[in-house]
Nanobody
Framework: QVQLVESGGGLVQAGGSLRLSCAAS??????YAWFRQAPGKEREFVAR????????RYADSVKGRFTISRDNIKNTVYLQMNSLKPEDTAVYYCAASQSVTYSRTPGEYDYWGQGTQVTVSS
């Protein structure tokens, strides 16, 4: 069974950086994405990346601060988060699709990780 395992979350001060990783156990997916969910809020799209890594999309709220990348040899996707703000505090989820998708809708992704907590203090 395919598993996505996230790591790299933690507590950081505002203005700091974190790098999240998500390793897939069994295969290379066409599309990876990161979503996040804050307490009491719906899960929201953060970023997505194509198979080659040449096509990326970001939520407006993170554009210019976050960078998504992938290593297909390691079956791993990353999210580099810089200039973190308290409003970035959430559980961050890695998601994967076997299809090419530009979707920002959680339901369009086939596999999910367990989530990793990111807390940004002010």
């Amino acid at each position: 069974q395919v598993q996505l395992v996230e790591s790299g979350g933690g507590l950081v001060q505002a203005g700091g950086s974190l790098r999240l990783s998500c390793a897939a156990s069994a295969r290379t997916f066409n599309t990876y994405a990161w979503f996040r969910q804050a307490p009491g809020k719906e899960r929201e799209f953060v970023a997505r990346i194509s198979l080659s890594g040449g096509s990326t999309r970001y939520a407006d709220s993170v554009k210019g601060r976050f960078t998504i990348s992938r290593d297909n040899i390691k079956n791993t996707v990353y999210l580099q988060m810089n200039s973190l703000k308290p409003e970035d505090t959430a559980v961050y989820y890695c998601a994967a699709s076997q299809s090419v998708t530009y979707s920002r809708t959680p339901g369009e992704y086939d596999y999910w990780g367990q989530g990793t907590q990111v807390t940004v203090s002010s």
